[in-house]
């Protein structure tokens, strides 16, 4: 069962991500709703409002047909054409920005809604199409059917007005890192929050922390489900257990995963390997670490001579560098107890952000004063915080050093140099 429990929770995630999963889920309630106004179109309440709003129905099958056949070319056409702007703003943003951005663009619902209701109008015509004979008894119209088809037909229209814009949108720059930047502060927000709630560090027994779980795959490490791990340890009383690695850390077969205060059972420790989620690719848009790489990749980009668009990369450090400031503020490791075990768990690694995050900035950008004057001025501003924690200081400062010396070799006019090396 708890298999069963875990691959449908990957498949959700999966299927959730999916361009296709609101058209399809849309495109069924369109099918549907087609069946059920052709069951009811000749019942006493439709009847009566065909007399009510008589003007509004058509009465010549011809006409009908027509214009079914119509509304279905023309809809055909606006689905194939929102396709393929789909796929070219998602080659623009793989080339332009970064490929990490492809899956939240695909995974837009507005985007999904508009082209589930063009395939689910298109499906909905076709078969009140292929019904019209049936109405060929009623004196006064054809049905409501239709009239609802020519409704959502017009309203498609609409939709592709819409949909143009949110398209233009959606591909500029400065709109895609404001969205990963509301994105990424939710989520530490959030991670704060339950820090806070948490009990503190020094109440976790590290005492004979020596017994070691080692992983039996590779890839990359997401997180932890509290109910599966507290499955696999509801035969232990009074154990600790400290997860090592860091979300989104790749992990290698045989890395150590997990230690425990107490040796645990081979049929249990495959339970507790169970409950550590580890994918063969790293998961998309769930954690701050992976969105401040994609804004460290998207500055990197545009700092590439075929953009050559420093001026985005100076706004995305500015973006990181509060991201960075609110990430700081997160102690290394977040307590959690049950009635019969502790856990610890790794929140953040202070220097491997800056490994990650600042290193490939430093390295790329270090032959240009503006760059690097905004780099430094960056972290000198999360440095300068009173709430970030004293590791986190020693990681930003490490990574200060870093860059005035990558200064002083790369940067060979004096007064830059003096200009960078002077920021306070």
Not at 56 to 66: E, G
Request: net charge neutral; hydrophobic share 40%.
């Amino acid at each position: 069962m708890k298999y069963l429990l875990k691959g449908i929770d990957l498949f959700y995630k999966r299927i959730i991500g999916s361009i296709a999963f609101y058209p399809i889920l849309i495109s069924l309630g369109f099918i549907i709703l087609a069946i059920v106004m052709l069951s009811i179109e000749n019942s006493d309440i439709c009847i009566k409002i065909k007399e009510n709003i008589s003007y509004l129905l058509i009465k010549d099958i011809d006409t009908a047909r027509t214009m079914l056949s119509t509304l279905i070319g023309g809809i055909f056409s606006l689905t194939v054409f929102s396709f393929s702007m789909v796929m070219v703003v998602l080659n623009q943003a793989s080339s332009n920005f970064s490929p990490r951005l492809l899956p939240g663009l695909i995974s837009n619902k507005k985007h999904q809604i508009i082209l589930g209701s063009y395939i689910g109008t298109l499906l909905y015509s076709l078969i009140v199409l292929m019904n019209i004979k049936s109405f060929e008894a009623v004196e006064d119209s054809i049905g409501l059917s239709i009239l609802l088809g020519v409704f959502f037909g017009v309203s498609c229209t609409g939709l592709f007005v819409y949909f143009i814009h949110t398209i233009s949108q959606e591909i500029q720059i400065q709109n895609i890192v404001s969205r990963i930047f509301k994105t990424s502060l939710k989520t530490i927000e959030s991670k704060i929050e339950l820090q806070k709630k948490s009990k503190s560090i020094l109440d976790f027994n590290n005492e004979g922390i020596n017994f070691e779980i080692k992983s039996e795959k590779t890839g990359y490490y997401e997180g932890f489900s509290k109910d599966l791990l507290s499955n696999a340890l509801d035969n232990y009383d009074d154990i600790h257990i400290e997860i090592i690695p860091q979300t989104n850390k790749y992990i290698k077969e045989g890395d150590v995963l997990i230690k425990s205060n107490k040796q645990i059972d081979d049929d249990k420790r495959e339970d507790l390997l169970f409950s550590l989620s580890i994918l063969p690719s790293m998961h998309v848009d769930k954690g701050y670490t992976s969105n401040m790489i994609k804004l460290m990749e998207v500055a990197i980009r545009a700092m590439s001579p075929g953009i050559n668009d420093p001026g985005t990369a100076v706004d995305v450090i500015n973006k990181l560098g509060l991201l960075l400031k609110k990430a700081f503020e997160l102690k290394s490791h977040t307590y959690l107890e049950k009635d019969n075990f502790a856990v610890l768990y790794h929140d953040i690694d202070y220097k491997e952000i800056m490994r990650l995050v600042f290193q490939p900035l430093r390295q790329y950008s270090k032959n240009d004063s503006v760059v690097m004057y905004k780099l430094i001025d960056t972290l000198n501003y999360v440095n300068n915080s009173d709430t970030i924690t004293l590791d986190a200081k020693k990681a930003v400062n490490s990574e200060l050093k870093s860059l005035e010396d990558d200064a002083k070799e790369s940067i060979f006019n004096k007064d830059d140099l003096n200009i960078i090396l002077n920021i306070k």
